[in-house]
């Protein structure tokens, strides 16, 4: 899979005042809307994007960032959400013939924020993670708005997406082995992710599977990114299961089949039927889930009923997710 692209080169679709800042305006940019300088763009001028949730380079262009590490959050300003980074193309000495989409991330050294995981918790590593499973890397639908028309019309399955740690458990050629987000794990007796395979038997739950597979899901819980879902102990939710051999995901139905016969906890759907969401509403949606009252949900995942290829993603699947603005707000991601 390709890397994503973290900054790059795009348009500003839309300019708008926002009530009461003489100082600043909202621009619109892919799928999103980060506040600017007032007047330091017009409509359809080129800008350098800083996607949201990365991390900028210590340099004299990012010194307003310091306050924040150099990170890329959820901010509001004057009433307005804004999301990412928008900077002319002078501010940061990009030169060169650029059009729409030039990835500029290597030559700006902007880099994905990743939330840390206390080693205790992680557990020793055994090697790199296999490459022959795809890694869960959900792309953001607003930074691939065109994606939008490659759902519509299609039957889709919106789950709310867990906060937590990306946990992978595989059986190949019997053999059984267990993954965080980038690293194979060894059974140390103190991985969080082997104990979670322990507890649900995911080992023997693959076991009944014919073939090589892969099961992926979320690791949440005490110790795990605050615990946002308020769970006791450490728990899991499945979002997808791989056919290794095959080198594709299985649908929603059937890792659902495979969650209810086994007892494996899943990722539950907030929504199901014909696709006609416009951006928007998606971010509304998103924005309206919660894990408790007054604990904002990360957000939500939309996948068509059965596996789709697409031509917009980066990953090559009709897959993806909206982030909640209030959970960014509230939780400072």
């Not at 590490?69 to 300003?77: N, P, Q």
């Not at 290597?106 to 939330?115: F, T, V």
């Not at 995911?202 to 819980?221: N, Y």
């Not at 996948?303 to 939780?331: F, I, M, N, T, W």
Request: some cysteine; hydrophobic content about 40%; charged content about 25%.
């Amino acid at each position: 899979m390709p890397e994503p692209k973290l900054a790059s080169i795009q348009l500003i679709a839309g300019l708008r005042p926002i009530p009461g800042a003489d100082r600043i305006e909202a621009a619109t940019v892919l799928g999103y809307v980060t506040v600017v300088k007032k007047g330091e763009f017009r409509p359809g001028d080129l800008c350098v994007w800083h996607e949201p949730d990365t991390v900028v380079p210590e340099r004299p262009e990012y010194e307003f960032l310091r306050k924040q590490g150099f990170r890329l959050k959820v901010a509001r300003f004057k009433g307005q959400v804004s999301q990412g980074l928008a900077l002319p193309l002078g501010a940061l000495g990009v030169t060169g013939d650029f059009k729409v989409g030039d990835d500029v991330t290597e030559q700006l050294g902007i880099r994905k924020y990743e939330k840390p995981l206390a080693l205790s918790l992680a557990g020793k590593a055994k090697g790199g993670f296999p490459s022959w499973i795809v890694k869960t890397d959900e792309p953001n639908l607003r930074s691939y708005p065109e994606a939008l028309a490659e759902f519509a019309g299609r039957r889709c399955v919106i789950t709310q997406k867990i906060d937590g740690t990306s946990a992978t458990y595989y059986r190949r050629a019997g053999q059984f082995g267990v993954c965080s987000r980038n690293l194979e794990l060894l059974d140390d007796g103190e991985s969080l992710f082997w104990r979670i395979a322990r507890q649900f038997k995911i080992e023997e739950a693959l076991a009944t599977l014919d073939g090589d597979l892969a099961l992926q899901g979320e690791a949440h819980g005490e110790k795990i990114q605050g615990n946002h879902l308020r769970v006791r102990g450490q728990a899991f939710a499945a979002f997808d299961l791989f056919d290794i051999t095959a080198h594709r995901h299985l649908g929603p139905a059937e890792l659902a089949a495979f969650c209810q016969r086994t007892g494996i906890p899943s990722v539950q759907p907030v929504w199901e039927g014909e696709f006609r969401f416009t951006l928007d509403e998606l971010v509304a949606l998103a924005n309206r889930q919660e894990y408790a009252p007054g604990s904002p949900a990360e957000g939500i995942v939309i996948r068509p009923a059965e596996e789709a290829r697409s031509q917009c993603l980066p990953s090559g699947r009709l897959s993806a997710k909206v982030l909640s603005e209030e959970y960014g707000l509230k939780y400072g991601e």
